[in-house]
């Protein structure tokens, strides 16, 4: 029997392979810890969050660990077009409509709909979405697995099934990654390389101008490894918070390769891959004081999302990638996180 969102309950599942444990809670389908090892053993939290689901619902969480939808990152005036309707979401980031509105996928309790140990450990959660839910048409039917796939690597496969009406779907993981381990300052210091070559520019408000920016001889570029903060004062605004398109990596599994970080000070290694077309990079730039787990306070840049996506307000760019879907259609997003030391 399933339960609905109002019966259910918002509790914390264990995925442990001996190498990589991980927590995850069905509350907005989220990753509260990952520990993994560094060159010499020590094992480490490397993801930003909170002890309690409380802190979660109540601290206006910035996304910590979470899955965000019906469409992450932001629509333009929460505004789009759409088979002859027009769609009005809530306004909850400056003008715009962000990360699927004020309750979005983030902030809902999802069903547990299997469990499974051994080699490769995994936990399937599904979220019912329905017409009308901050604003988007047509009832969504929305799951999430995350797999230990191997002792070096976590695997996330998200689908979402329109059942009656078309709909943009665009879901999105927004762990925030401190490969020195979540209390360890900010990640300044890390090296990171993104196999992306071009970014879409932004205008004030944060949208994409519909541009295709190529990243090369500007503070932009990740094409080679580079410290997060060697060109970060060159960025307008405070920080990264830019889509970039994944058009240059190798692949694995079917997936392309998106970035590389490497924290000097542990030695610690994400690979990230995907089957996104493009990729949020962010800062944590408006993550400042927030107190964390095991009384961390998390000050400026304490963390760096990646974000693998549909390009932000790819409903009202006819240029970029379609993020709609239509019922008899399946919305799949796969990512592989692969850690190791060097």
């Not at 900010?186 to 932004?202: A, D, F, K, R």
Request: net charge negative; charged share 20%.
């Amino acid at each position: 029997m399933s339960t609905t969102a109002a019966d259910a309950k918002a509790e914390h599942f264990e995925l442990n392979n001996g190498t990589i444990r991980v927590t995850v809670t069905n509350y907005g389908a989220t990753i509260t810890s990952l520990y993994v090892p560094d060159k010499h053993g020590k094992v480490a939290d490397v993801v930003l969050g909170f002890d309690s689901i409380e802190a979660y619902v109540k601290d206006n969480a910035p996304y910590f660990g979470c899955i965000v939808g019906r469409v992450a990152n932001r629509i333009k005036e929460g505004k789009f077009h759409l088979n002859g309707v027009d769609y009005s979401l809530p306004i909850n980031n400056g003008p715009n409509s962000l990360h699927g509105g004020n309750k979005g996928f983030d902030k809902v309790v999802w069903d547990v709909v299997e469990q499974k140990d051994g080699d490769q450990p995994s936990i399937t959660f599904k979220y019912e979405s329905h017409d009308g839910e901050e604003g988007y048409p047509g009832d969504v039917s929305v799951t999430a697995t995350y797999t230990l796939t191997s002792s070096k690597t976590l695997r996330l496969d998200m689908e979402a099934v329109p059942k009656n009406k078309t709909t943009p779907i665009n879901l999105a993981h927004h762990t925030y990654w401190n490969l020195a381990g979540h209390s360890s300052g900010n990640v300044l210091e890390h090296l990171v390389q993104i196999s992306g070559s071009q970014i879409t520019p932004v205008d004030e408000n944060s949208i994409p101008t519909g541009e295709f920016l190529p990243v090369k001889g500007t503070a932009f570029d990740f094409t080679s490894e580079k410290k997060v903060g060697s060109s970060i004062r060159e960025v307008p605004g405070l920080g990264y918070d830019h889509n970039y398109v994944l058009d240059s990596g190798e692949k694995k599994e079917g997936l392309k390769h998106v970035a590389k970080v490497k924290d000097p000070s542990s030695s610690r290694v994400l690979n990230l891959w995907t089957d996104a077309p493009g990729v949020q990079f962010y800062t944590a730039n408006y993550v400042n004081g927030v107190r964390g787990k095991g009384g961390a306070v998390y000050e400026k840049h304490p963390g760096l999302c990646l974000e693998t996506q549909g390009f932000p307000n790819a409903i009202n760019q006819p240029n970029f990638p379609s993020i709609v879907v239509a019922p008899g259609d399946k919305y799949k997003h796969s990512m592989l996180f692969e850690f190791s030391a060097e």
